[in-house]
């Protein structure tokens, strides 16, 4: 990392570390979700809310975040976009991984294999692991299952996911929308390729070269928003946007190897008596459906 990005980083965490920023911050997004059509708050309202008692001293506070993670108009302060999405990481439960977020004790089916699988909460993620030793490790925290049931929660993981992967594909990364490329090995395409007896898995990894995010995606997600897909799901009442996990898990893979060299990947989809096979090459587009 050079100095110049270091510098930045260290300035951003001084800015959120202070208490009185970070209350400040917090406050205007209480005011964001009480009043959504009238965000703004006076500065004596705001600095009632954060129970500051020295104007002077809350207006330097102010001064720090103004133009950066809030904004300052006539009508008050409000936070800025970028302010809102730190305040919604504080908010989560991301820095509370040993938090008391109960996980259901239910079997759900692994999207690799079918097999049965069992969630849980690790490292202020949600976890999900099946008998064969696959894992998905969620895009979410496990505070969603505080307001949803465990297969909308599974459902809601998938869907960041696949938003993640869409976004990668295009090249840009869904954190800080770096540039994102597509991790090679040696051999020059295929990436964590494993075999768990018969099943073999195929996933593909994307790097963000400012941020060093991680989008890690199954071969199957790479074809479940495919219109065919979607389509022959659809035709027998499986819809993808109301139970991507279970279309994933119960209708698609394992997936299997046509070819090394090239790499061609092939991804079986079935429901009912119908079945098409989504071939995929090693950047994961769509090469063939037969």
Same mark, same amino acid.
């Given at each position: 990392?050079?100095?110049?990005?270091?510098?930045?980083?260290?300035?951003?965490?001084?800015?959120?570390?202070?208490?009185?920023?970070?209350?400040?911050?917090?406050?205007?997004?209480?005011?964001?979700?009480?009043?959504?059509?009238?965000?703004?708050l006076s500065f004596s309202e705001l600095r009632r809310r954060v129970g500051h008692d020295d104007p002077g001293n809350f207006n330097y506070?102010?001064?720090?975040?103004?133009?950066?993670?809030?904004?300052?108009?006539?009508?008050?302060?409000?936070?800025?976009?970028?302010?809102?999405?730190?305040?919604?990481?504080?908010?989560?439960?991301?820095?509370?991984?040993?938090?008391?977020?109960?996980?259901? =004790?239910?079997?759900?089916?692994?999207?690799?294999?079918?097999?049965?699988?069992?969630?849980?909460?690790? /490292?202020?993620?949600?976890?999900?692991?099946? /008998?064969?030793?696959?894992?998905?490790?969620?895009?979410?925290?496990?505070?969603?299952?505080?307001?949803?049931?465990?297969?909308?929660?599974?459902?809601?993981?998938?869907?960041?996911?696949?938003?993640?992967?869409?976004?990668?594909?295009?090249?840009?990364?869904?954190?800080? =929308?770096?540039?994102?490329?597509?991790h090679e090995s040696a051999a020059g395409g295929e990436v964590d390729t494993e075999t768990e007896g018969s099943v073999r898995t195929h996933s593909l990894l994307f790097?963000?070269?400012?941020?060093?995010?991680?989008?890690?995606?199954?071969?199957?997600?790479?074809?479940? =928003?495919?219109?065919?897909?979607?389509?022959?799901?659809?035709?027998?009442?499986?819809?993808?946007?109301?139970?991507?996990?279970?279309?994933?898990?119960?209708?698609?893979?394992?997936?299997?190897?046509?070819?090394?060299?090239?790499?061609?990947?092939?991804?079986?989809?079935?429901?009912?008596?119908?079945?098409?096979?989504?071939?995929?090459?090693?950047?994961?587009?769509?090469?063939?459906?037969?």
């Amino acid at each position: 990392m050079d100095e110049t990005v270091r510098g930045e980083l260290t300035t951003v965490l001084e800015l959120v570390s202070h208490e009185t920023r970070a209350r400040t911050l917090v406050e205007l997004a209480v005011r964001r979700r009480e009043s959504p059509h009238d965000e703004w708050l006076s500065f004596s309202e705001l600095r009632r809310r954060v129970g500051h008692d020295d104007p002077g001293n809350f207006n330097y506070h102010l001064g720090r975040l103004r133009g950066s993670l809030i904004e300052q108009t006539d009508a008050g302060y409000r936070l800025s976009d970028v302010g809102h999405e730190f305040v919604a990481v504080l908010l989560s439960s991301r820095f509370d991984p040993d938090g008391d977020i109960a996980v259901p =004790d239910e079997t759900v089916s692994c999207l690799l294999c079918s097999a049965p699988a069992h969630p849980a909460a690790v /490292d202020g993620r949600l976890l999900v692991e099946c /008998d064969a030793g696959h894992t998905f490790a969620a895009a979410v925290g496990p505070d969603v299952l505080v307001d949803q049931p465990l297969a909308d929660a599974l459902n809601i993981a998938l869907f960041h996911t696949l938003s993640d992967l869409r976004l990668a594909l295009s090249g840009v990364c869904a954190l800080c =929308d770096g540039p994102v490329e597509q991790h090679e090995s040696a051999a020059g395409g295929e990436v964590d390729t494993e075999t768990e007896g018969s099943v073999r898995t195929h996933s593909l990894l994307f790097v963000c070269r400012r941020c060093g995010g991680l989008v890690r995606a199954p071969a199957q997600l790479f074809v479940v =928003d495919h219109p065919r897909v979607v389509g022959l799901l659809y035709d027998h009442d499986v819809d993808v946007r109301e139970s991507l996990w279970s279309a994933v898990a119960d209708h698609l893979g394992p997936t299997r190897y046509v070819s090394q060299e090239p790499t061609r990947i092939a991804v079986p989809v079935t429901v009912g008596d119908e079945g098409i096979t989504v071939i995929l090459d090693e950047t994961g587009a769509v090469h063939r459906i037969s």
